[in-house]
Structure formats: structure tokens, C-alpha cells
């Protein structure tokens, strides 16, 4: 009966600075509730701005055989393993053993506007397509050959912002204009489509209901501003505080939501056990 009730929930999480610790990447705090949803058989699914790439390796290395998502949404991915089952209308061609679908705006027209509004605002600002390896890795703290794989985007733009919060504000109402965004994550702003993290789960979370129980329920967890559509569109939301104690507000009512007592992987894995205790998954 619980394995039953567990196959219909679905955990989609944020990565950086929610399942993995904002300075070292780690999410070795999890594992204990990571190991509890993965012998329930719960899909964990990432739901992250990182690359495919990187998308591709973060799965590899923890041998995950889920879905997971990419560049704030902008993609989906869906391994060999699941598509007879999960996708069986997929007409593409698999990349890297995955059938992809992307849902956001090709690259070239996102560095072209941007780098239009940089000059038109006189914008302080950096963008990932002029930046090597190296500088991206100093700026985020990944290693030289991991920040390479971060740099490898479809339909995002990665910008480190060095100028004020209302220079920000007029970016991202010019980018509107155009039918583009400005998201800001937990180190950098995403400049995008109107692709979002909830619309990304959204079409997952209908290739299970369609394939596995139409009555699954998602669990969503996060810390930043990017992942609030997908905690508001859940139907329970696990807010991750960031490392200062400051979170994220969400219109969410306290039924349905827990506000993790610690950031990062720490907070992650007591939320995930006392939502399970709260739905008597135990």
C-alpha cells in the first residue's frame, strides 16, 4: 500500500544552494533522505539552472535513472531507460541518451539582446558567452572542467550583474518587451525565455500522470527567486533558507508548505523526512 501510495509522488528540487551546499557543491547532508525516496521509488528530479551537460554528469554520478530539467527550465530530459514507458509519442533523436525537448529561446538571440540593452543601459555587467572557463569558474566556484560544462548552453544566457538593482529592474522590463526575462538565481541572472522552472515540471509531471497514476502528487523544493513559480505550482512546497536564514515568500498556504530549519542539503534532507512522517510514509 505505501509503495503503491509512493509511486505517485514526484520531488522536483533546485540544485545549487538547495540539494547541494551553495560553497561546496556537496549533498552529502541528504543522503539519508535521498536514499529513503529512492528505496520508496519516488523519481527525484532536478529541476535546475545548470546546463545538460552538467545535467547529464550530476545524473551519472549518482547512477539516477529520472528525468531532470535544465537551464531554468528551457529543457527537459528524459533518459533511454523511461521513454517507452514515459514518452512513447517522442519523435526526436536521443542526445546522450536522452530524449530532449526544449522549451526556451535559442542562445544567439538572447546574447544578441543582451549585449543591444548592455549598450543602450551603459550596463555593468558580464556575459557568460564572453567569459572562458577559468573566469566562469572563479565566479562560481566550480572547478575549471565543471564551469566548462556550465558554460555549454541551449537557451539561457548567464550574466554576473555588477551593477544596482534598478538597472536590473529596467533590463528585465526591456527583455519583457521582447518577449524574453531576466531571472535571477543564487549567484547569477538568467536572461531567457518566458520558459520557467513550473512550466518544465508541468510537462514531466503530465508524462507521468499520463503513464504511471493520473493522480501523482509534486513536491517542490528550492531557495531562490527562479524556483518560485515551481514551489507556488507544486502541491507542497519545501523553501531552503539560504545560509543567512533569510528565505524566500511564496503564496503558498501552511498546509501545504515547510520552511527547512537549515540551508542547503542539511535543511533538505530534515524537510524530506518530516514530509514523509506528515504523509505517514514511514
Same mark, same amino acid.
Given at each position: 500500500?505505501?509503495?503503491?501510495?509512493?509511486?505517485?509522488?514526484?520531488?522536483?528540487? =533546485? +540544485?545549487?544552494?538547495?540539494?547541494?551546499?551553495? %560553497?561546496?557543491?556537496?549533498?552529502?547532508?541528504?543522503?539519508?533522505?535521498?536514499? =529513503?525516496?529512492?528505496?520508496?521509488?519516488?523519481?527525484?528530479?532536478?529541476?535546475?539552472?545548470?546546463?545538460?551537460?552538467?545535467?547529464? !554528469?550530476?545524473?551519472?554520478?549518482?547512477?539516477?535513472?529520472?528525468?531532470?530539467?535544465?537551464?531554468?527550465?528551457?529543457?527537459?530530459? #528524459?533518459? *533511454?531507460?523511461?521513454?517507452?514507458?514515459?514518452?512513447?509519442?517522442?519523435?526526436?533523436?536521443?542526445?546522450?541518451?536522452?530524449?530532449?525537448?526544449?522549451?526556451?529561446?535559442?542562445?544567439?538571440?538572447?546574447?544578441?539582446?543582451?549585449?543591444? !540593452?548592455?549598450?543602450?543601459?551603459?550596463?555593468?555587467?558580464?556575459?557568460?558567452? *564572453?567569459?572562458?572557463? =577559468?573566469?566562469?569558474?572563479? +565566479?562560481?566556484? +566550480?572547478? #575549471?572542467?565543471?564551469?566548462?560544462?556550465?558554460?555549454?548552453?541551449?537557451?539561457?544566457?548567464?550574466?554576473?550583474?555588477?551593477?544596482?538593482?534598478?538597472?536590473?529592474?529596467?533590463?528585465?522590463?526591456?527583455?519583457?518587451?521582447?518577449?524574453?526575462?531576466?531571472?535571477?538565481?543564487?549567484?547569477? #541572472?538568467?536572461?531567457?525565455?518566458?520558459?520557467?522552472?513550473?512550466?518544465?515540471?508541468?510537462?514531466?509531471? %503530465?508524462?507521468?500522470?499520463?503513464?504511471?497514476?493520473?493522480?501523482?502528487?509534486?513536491?517542490?523544493?528550492? %531557495?531562490?527567486?527562479?524556483?518560485?513559480?515551481?514551489?507556488?505550482?507544486? *502541491?507542497?512546497?519545501?523553501?531552503?533558507?539560504?545560509?543567512?536564514?533569510?528565505?524566500?515568500?511564496?503564496?503558498?498556504?501552511?498546509? %501545504?508548505?515547510?520552511?527547512?530549519?537549515?540551508?542547503?542539503?542539511?535543511?533538505?534532507?530534515?524537510?524530506?523526512?518530516?514530509?514523509?512522517?506528515?504523509?505517514?510514509?514511514?
Amino acid at each position: 500500500m505505501i509503495m503503491e501510495f509512493s509511486k505517485s509522488i514526484l520531488v522536483f528540487t =533546485d +540544485l545549487d544552494g538547495t540539494l547541494l551546499d551553495h %560553497d561546496t557543491y556537496s549533498c552529502e547532508a541528504a543522503s539519508p533522505a535521498i536514499q =529513503d525516496l529512492l528505496q520508496r521509488q519516488i523519481p527525484i528530479i532536478p529541476c535546475t539552472s545548470k546546463t545538460f551537460d552538467e545535467g547529464c !554528469l550530476f545524473m551519472q554520478e549518482r547512477g539516477w535513472s529520472s528525468p531532470f530539467i535544465f537551464e531554468n527550465g528551457g529543457g527537459v530530459a #528524459v533518459p *533511454d531507460s523511461l521513454m517507452a514507458k514515459l514518452w512513447p509519442g517522442f519523435n526526436g533523436d536521443l542526445l546522450s541518451g536522452y530524449g530532449v525537448r526544449l522549451l526556451g529561446v535559442p542562445r544567439t538571440r538572447l546574447i544578441e539582446e543582451a549585449q543591444r !540593452l548592455k549598450k543602450q543601459l551603459a550596463l555593468k555587467i558580464e556575459l557568460a558567452s *564572453d567569459m572562458g572557463a =577559468d573566469h566562469f569558474s572563479k +565566479l562560481t566556484g +566550480l572547478p #575549471v572542467d565543471a564551469a566548462a560544462l556550465a558554460l555549454k548552453r541551449k537557451v539561457s544566457e548567464p550574466v554576473n550583474w555588477l551593477d544596482t538593482d534598478e538597472k536590473l529592474q529596467e533590463f528585465n522590463r526591456q527583455l519583457q518587451r521582447v518577449s524574453l526575462q531576466a531571472v535571477k538565481g543564487g549567484r547569477l #541572472v538568467s536572461v531567457q525565455g518566458n520558459n520557467n522552472k513550473a512550466n518544465a515540471a508541468r510537462f514531466v509531471t %503530465d508524462l507521468y500522470r499520463t503513464a504511471v497514476a493520473a493522480n501523482c502528487r509534486t513536491v517542490a523544493l528550492g %531557495d531562490a527567486a527562479n524556483d518560485r513559480e515551481m514551489l507556488e505550482w507544486a *502541491d507542497f512546497a519545501i523553501v531552503i533558507p539560504k545560509p543567512s536564514g533569510e528565505h524566500l515568500s511564496v503564496n503558498k498556504p501552511d498546509t %501545504d508548505l515547510i520552511l527547512a530549519s537549515a540551508a542547503g542539503p542539511a535543511g533538505w534532507n530534515t524537510a524530506i523526512k518530516q514530509l514523509l512522517n506528515l504523509w505517514a510514509l514511514h
